[in-house]
């Protein structure tokens, strides 16, 4: 059985390199032709993605010991990116595989206009770094690049807080914003959804949009997020499907937001942001009230945030439950988990961690 592990995984990475390596150079001038001038970012972006979508199709096709099932894609290929509000996809993330699954179930209609948040550790790899800065991902500058339980999670503050800033202007823009909301592969129980940080909501909270969500689950034996090569046989399990139309909508079904249709009606508040806008409202001197009416527009917003995680990552958990209970396996093999003790515990504290 390891013999046949080992074999294919041979064999994915030969496909991997043959049909990814043509993609290279050509991401390369890409990159010179963006340096040269940045006004070919949208057009460099879109031939390096269907040419990515085409690579991973071709290799996963060809890999037919890797047996893949989707429900919901013809209605995904159909709809996505159709809609005429910004468009937000996000995925649970158990390995490298996830981001190959990802691109290779994307429309060649809209896949060009994708643009994902990308950890820079992945940025700094090689050929797929290059294809990723060419495609127009933005990086993540996590603070420990290390794939480990113990990682912290934490950013550099003002650089993320640009990058946030950016990825919001590309979707008003009409480019279609993706992301791993958990912000690491599982480690643990591929079947059980890690924390979903609410930062990443931040658009979707600030921005009207429609989203979508993919769920995989079997992925984590094919290639186990440890092993730095996968493609081991496997039977995965995937569902895509819209989470809502609309996100101010579901907002606003929440009580969090106020009706499109009434400006005037003032919107619901949570108790710090009234006891806040209480403070503005008292005597005291401009500046306070200022800060006071800010604390309060940010007290929403994080409340926001934080609403559409949970949400989010219930509904992502409902429909892993699904595909376990449909036979998908969810176990990692021994070879590709090697978790340390001290990793196991930190797992259950970073559970409890408030999210950034």
């Known amino acids: 059985m390891a ?9 994915f990475t030969t496909l991997v390199l043959l049909f990814l390596l043509p993609i290279w150079p050509i991401a390369g001038l890409g990159r010179c032709l963006i340096f040269c001038s940045p006004s070919c970012q949208a057009c460099v972006s879109a031939v390096v993605i269907r040419l990515c979508v085409l690579a991973w199709r071709s290799a996963l096709f060809l890999s037919c010991w890797i047996r893949i099932e989707v429900d919901g894609l013809q209605e995904f290929r159909k709809e ?52 990723c800065r060419a495609a127009g991902h933005l990086e993540v500058p996590f603070k ?38 958990e912000g690491r592969m599982n480690l643990g129980d591929t079947s059980k959804v890690q924390l979903f940080r609410a930062g990443g909501f931040r658009l979707p ?30 039977s995965i ?10 996100t101010h909508d579901m907002l606003h079904e929440a009580s969090l937001l106020k009706a499109k249709d009434a400006p005037g009606e003032p919107s619901p508040r949570s108790g710090i942001e009234a006891s806040l806008l209480k403070a503005k409202d008292a005597p005291g001197p401009n500046g306070l009230n200022l800060h006071c009416e800010e604390a309060a527009e940010g007290a929403q917003l994080r409340e926001q945030m934080l609403y559409m ?32 003790s001290s990793e196991s515990s930190a797992q259950e504290t970073n559970l409890l961690s408030t999210r950034s």
């Open 3 to 11: 013999g046949t592990a080992c074999a294919a995984r041979a064999a």
């Open 80 to 131: 996505f990116g159709r809609s005429e509000l910004p468009v937000v996809l996000v995925a649970n993330h158990v390995c490298f595989l996830d981001i190959v699954l990802v691109t290779s179930l994307l429309p060649l209609r809209s896949c060009g206009r994708v643009r994902m948040l990308v950890a820079n550790n992945v940025m700094r790899l090689p050929i797929i770094g290059t294809i």
């Open 144 to 181: 420990d690049q290390k794939t480990s339980a113990t990682n912290s999670m934490k950013v550099e503050v003002d650089v993320m807080e640009d990058i946030s800033r950016h990825f919001e202007e590309l979707a008003k823009e009409n480019c279609i914003a993706g992301w791993f909301p």
């Open 205 to 234: 909270a600030r921005v009207d949009c429609e989203m979508w969500c993919m769920v995989f689950i079997g992925n984590g034996a094919c290639w186990p997020p440890r092993a730095q090569f996968g493609g081991a046989p496997a």
């Open 237 to 246: 399990g995937c569902k895509v499907f819209r989470l809502c139309e609309s």
């Open 309 to 340: 995680a949970n949400h989010t990552q219930s509904t992502v958990q409902a429909a892993v439950d699904a595909l376990v209970s449909e036979g998908y396996d969810c176990d990692v093999p021994d070879w590709g988990r090697k978790v340390s």
